[in-house]
């Protein structure tokens, strides 16, 4: 991590008439950053995007890149490459006339710019395909185009807005670990918008995650996942049991009418309404003593086969009319010889509890 960040986004506000769509939203980049803005439709990702780009200028606020107060520059002056989900390809240009486009009037000569392009195509797989239009070039290979045509003028920071999702699942896979490669090739800071989590996941070094015009939580995307800092967070990143729970004292919580869990409550005030949260993947179906603390016998009520793994519907009587869902793989359900009114030791290990207040 550099000292200076390469991008400052400070105190930004943005409204649209009485319309408030970023709150006070600050943000630090480090050069070689790949950083995602995730959340849901709505949330502000795309307006603060737009706002870095100069796009859509804040109400209130400063954003500098490289050092230099960019607030009120416009996008014409600002130093950024930018590719949009729509691919925004001028149709009547060949590839190689697209690439080009953004380097022309720059003093450079032509062979210069015939190399670049070259280049360029090369880097994305696309040499061979220069002399075509837009129009005979599938989605994936239009989206590589738009993305050379960005990295063309060398810019310090690239914005992707949504650049996978109007292509089909295999092509947005392959194609996320081709733009996450390429970034790491050539070093260029990084902004995406998407809403996708399993995006976000695969490709960011950082996660921004936003929910009605403010960040909710910025992390590694291990520590947004394994350790989400508000309830909204941990709903939205991947599946997530939410329980009624009251705090009993510190480091320990009552759920349904006889569980007893230790786990970490912040200090929180006792006795205390709350909500316990546990991923699918972290309850443990156990030959362990049921009698111990984040332990109960279970039943499982329900199995749902998905291919790799089962979900198992689980209740008991210790947690009440409280389900909980877990994923347990095909080995395990097979070694267990699990299935519906099955009775198992469950455990709800401590680490992977969170407590978080009641709304």
Do not use: W
């Amino acid at each position: 991590m550099s000292e200076q960040p390469y991008l400052r986004v400070a105190n930004v506000t943005k409204r649209f008439g009485n319309f408030t769509a970023l709150r006070d939203v600050s943000l630090d980049v480090d050069r070689g950053e790949f950083v995602c803005f995730l959340g849901p439709s709505g949330c502000g990702k795309t307006t603060l995007l737009r706002a870095i780009a100069g796009l859509d200028i804040q109400s209130e606020g400063t954003i500098h890149q490289g050092g230099k107060d960019i607030s009120a520059l416009p996008a014409s002056e600002r130093d950024f490459g930018i590719v949009f989900q729509s691919y925004a390809l001028f149709p009547n240009l060949t590839i190689n006339e697209n690439v080009a486009y953004g380097l022309h009037g720059r003093g450079l000569k032509r062979q210069d710019i015939r190399d670049r392009v070259r280049s360029l195509l090369d880097t994305v797989g696309l040499a061979d395909q220069g002399d075509k239009y837009p129009a005979q070039l599938s989605g994936g290979q239009q989206q590589r185009v738009a993305l050379s045509r960005a990295l063309a003028t060398e810019p310090g920071l690239l914005l992707l807005d949504e650049p996978l999702s109007a292509l089909d699942a295999k092509v947005r896979q392959h194609l996320r670990l081709e733009i996450k490669a390429l970034q790491r090739r050539l070093g260029v800071t990084t902004i995406m918008v998407t809403h996708d989590q399993e995006e976000a996941l695969a490709m960011a070094d950082r996660i921004v995650v936003m929910n009605v015009g403010v960040i909710e939580q910025v992390g590694t995307p291990h520590e947004v996942y394994s350790r989400p800092a508000t309830a909204f967070v941990a709903d939205f990143i991947g599946e997530m049991n939410f329980v009624p729970a009251d705090i009993v004292a510190r480091g320990e919580i009552r759920v349904g009418p006889d569980l007893c869990c230790a786990c970490e409550t912040d200090g929180a005030a006792t006795p205390a309404a709350a909500t316990m949260a546990i991923r699918l993947e972290d309850i443990v179906l156990t030959e362990a003593d049921a009698q111990d603390k984040n332990h109960f016998v279970g039943e499982i009520r329900d199995l749902e086969f998905l291919g790799s793994f089962v979900r198992a519907y689980v209740g008991g009587e210790a947690i009440g009319e409280v389900t909980l869902r877990a994923d347990i793989s095909a080995n395990l359900m097979r070694r267990l010889n699990l299935d519906i009114g099955t009775k198992i030791p469950v455990a709800l290990p401590a680490n992977r509890l969170h407590v978080y207040p009641k709304d």
